[in-house]
């Protein structure tokens, strides 16, 4: 059975950073790929990156580019999202999700899902 846990998340003041975990078990992961979504208040679910599980391909909403970077460790099963120059509008819930196949954008596209983490950012 996979599962996905994330951490990380916290409250943060405009311009700062924060380090999202994905900690990943169950069946092996290395045709899948991963990928981050939000959430906001009243909003819809949206694509904020994805990579191969290898990590030799990955994506990013335009939203994030620059600001963002998914990654993980070789050493272990985590998935990793670095976020600098955080901004108001990056607030929301952070969910890992584990792809069905290859890099995809869709929720629909994600089968499993973890519990999310709460990110806040103050202007």
């Known amino acids: 059975q996979v599962q996905l846990v994330e951490s990380g998340g916290g409250l943060v003041q405009a311009g700062g950073s924060l380090r999202l975990s994905c900690a990943t078990s169950g069946r092996p992961f290395s045709s899948a790929a991963m990928g981050w979504f939000r959430q906001a208040p009243g909003k819809e679910r949206e694509f904020v990156a994805a990579m191969t599980w290898s990590g030799s391909s990955s994506d990013y909403a335009d939203s994030v580019k620059g600001r963002f970077t998914i990654f993980r460790e070789p050493a272990n099963d985590t998935v990793y999202l670095q976020m600098n120059s955080l901004k108001p509008e990056d607030t929301g819930v952070y969910y890992c999700?584990?792809?069905?196949?290859?890099?995809?954008?869709?929720?629909?596209?994600?089968?499993?899902w973890g519990q999310g983490t709460q990110v806040t950012v103050s202007s």
């Open positions: 999700a584990r792809a069905r196949t290859g890099l995809s954008k869709r929720h629909d596209d994600y089968a499993y």
